[in-house]
Nanobody, 125 residues
Framework: VQLQASGGGLVQAGGSLTLSCIAS????????VGWFRQAPGKERELVGAIGWSSGHTLYADSVRGRFTISKDNAKNTVYLQMNSLKPEDTAVYYC???????????????????WGQGTQVTVSS
């Protein structure tokens, strides 16, 4: 499975942005797709994830209620809709796939082993 994230950009605080993560290759072995972010000087952190088949979702406390993850299996695409953006949401955003755990949706970053390139999101105050 190969992943490609896109849709980043510059947005004012309070604005919205939608990121896309397109999966190609053997997507039948994709069990979960997670969105992660890494701000300068900080560790990479989980934003949220979605079960590729189940559609179940989970979110970090910092984004719950503002961000929504959805998917379009026909397009092999997972979306991250980000609303009410804050300057602290500024980071490089990545999508990644868990190709091992079919029985639950993981919130552990190390369980996501296939990573796409990041896309920069900058929120100005």
């Amino acid at each position: 499975v190969q992943l490609q994230a896109s849709g980043g950009g510059l947005v004012q605080a309070g604005g919205s942005l939608t990121l896309s993560c397109i999966a190609s290759g053997r997507t039948t072995r994709t069990y979960g797709v997670g969105w992660f972010r890494q701000a300068p000087g900080k560790e990479r952190e989980l934003v949220g994830a979605i079960g590729w088949s189940s559609g179940h979702t989970l979110y970090a406390d910092s984004v719950r209620g503002r961000f929504t993850i959805s998917k379009d299996n026909a397009k092999n695409t997972v979306y991250l809709q980000m609303n009410s953006l804050k300057p602290e949401d500024t980071a490089v955003y990545y999508c990644a796939a868990d190709v091992s755990r079919s029985w639950y949706l993981s919130d552990v970053i190390n369980d996501y082993t296939l990573w796409g390139q990041g896309t920069q999101v900058t929120v100005s105050s």
